[in-house]
């Protein structure tokens, strides 16, 4: 019974914790050090790991919300690593996907990602407790135009004329999948979205 209790309590905690920091806090180095070696430690109970990034976030520091960011990227732990992605998406102002050459590709492929390395997308309206950044619309998740998150996964979607799909995990403090970009001839390009 526990071991469906712990995943199902984590979720519910990672869904209220995104937006748990109502002030900041000044942490001092002696803590953040203790919690920071909480989230880097594969053997620590998953809970003292995830309050121990969310205590971090709440810092009044950057540079200690950066470093719980990093050291929670290369946890082991998946609700950490969705908190990172939840973090750091949902502080972007604008959404960047970097097209990517690869082993493979045609030379139709190198031609578009030469002539746009990059597709840019400005996040219009957050909803965190539905994990969507809307592209589109500014008062509401767009469903024709957004990034919906998902525990450590992605979907892009904007179908308007130029129609963009992508699909997207956590890997190495990066998103990366691949997406299918309709006005660049329906190519499918490898992908990735930088976290920080």
Do not use: W
Not at 48 to 67: E, K, P, S, V
Not at 106 to 125: D, G, M
Not at 155 to 176: A, C, K, P
Request: include cysteine; glycine fraction near 6%.
């Amino acid at each position: 019974m526990l071991k469906f209790v712990l995943p199902a309590a984590l979720a519910i905690a990672a869904a209220q914790a995104a937006s748990a920091c109502e002030d900041r806090v000044t942490i001092d180095p002696m803590q953040a050090r203790e919690l920071l070696s909480t989230i880097a430690n594969g053997g620590a109970d998953p809970l003292d790991q995830f309050f121990a990034f969310d205590t971090l976030m709440c810092a009044d520091q950057t540079g200690i919300r950066d470093l719980a960011l990093r050291t929670g990227a290369a946890s082991s732990n998946a609700t950490i690593k969705g908190q990172v992605l939840l973090r750091s998406l949902f502080e972007m102002e604008t959404i960047a996907v970097q097209l990517l050459p690869a082993e493979g590709l045609s030379t139709e492929h190198y031609k578009a990602i030469e002539k746009t390395p990059q597709l840019n997308f400005a996040v219009r309206y957050r909803d965190l407790a539905a994990g969507c950044l809307s592209l589109g619309h500014d008062r509401r998740c767009d469903v024709s135009s957004n990034l919906s998150v998902t525990g450590t996964k992605a979907i892009l979607h904007i179908d308007h004329n130029n129609d963009i799909i992508g699909s997207f995990s956590v890997v190495d403090g990066s998103l990366m999948g691949s997406v299918r970009v309709d006005a660049l001839n329906g190519l499918v390009f490898p992908a990735q979205i930088d976290l920080f």
